[in-house]
C-alpha cells in the first residue's frame, strides 16, 4: 500500500510558485529578514527599561537601539533580495525522527555528494528512504539555506520544476 501524499498549505503552493520563477516568497523573505529580531527583542527589552530611567540620555540610547534594529533589518532585506536560488533533486541521507530538530538538514545528490543545509526555512516534509526531494535553497556566506523542498512522487511535484524564467532571474540548476 502505497502512503498517501501530504497535503500541501497554500504557504508552500505560494513560495513554489514565486521559488520556480528564481525569487523568494514574501513569507520566506520576511522570514529571512526578521530572524535576529526575536533574539535581540528579548536581551535588549531588560536593556531598554533600565536605559528609560535615566532620563533623556537614557532614552536617546533606547533610541539609538531602535535604529540599530532597523538598520539590522534594512541591511538584510537588501542581502536578501539579490540571492541566487538553486534548484537540484536531492535524496535522503539520513533520516533523523522529528524530535531531533536540532540535526542539521542533509542530503546527498544522485552521485553521492554530501550537501548540507545549516538553516532550514522550508517546512518539514517526511522523508522517504531513497526517495528523491525536488529542493530550492541559496548559498548564504559559508552556509547553504533550504528554501524549499517537495517529495519528486508527489502529485503536485510538477509546481517545483523551475520556470523558464528561472535563470533569467540569476537561478542555477544542478544536474547531477
Sequence with gaps: ?????????????????RNRDGRLSSRQWLELITEPLTSLLLLSVPLA???G???MAGRLLV???????LLTVALRAIRFSRVRLCYRVLYPEEIHPRWRFWKKTTLASRSGESVRFDK???SKVKLQPEAGLCVYYFDFGERRVLVSMIPEEHPKADLAEPSD???????QIFAD
Design 1 to 17: 500500500m502505497t502512503p498517501t501524499p501530504e497535503r500541501l498549505s497554500k504557504d508552500l503552493l505560494n513560495d513554489f510558485k
Design 63 to 69: 533610541v539609538a537601539l531602535i535604529l540599530g534594529f
Design 165 to 171: 524564467v528561472f535563470i533569467h532571474h540569476g537561478g
Design 49 to 51: 527599561l533600565l536605559l
Design 120 to 122: 532550514r526555512i522550508a
Design 53 to 55: 530611567r535615566y532620563g
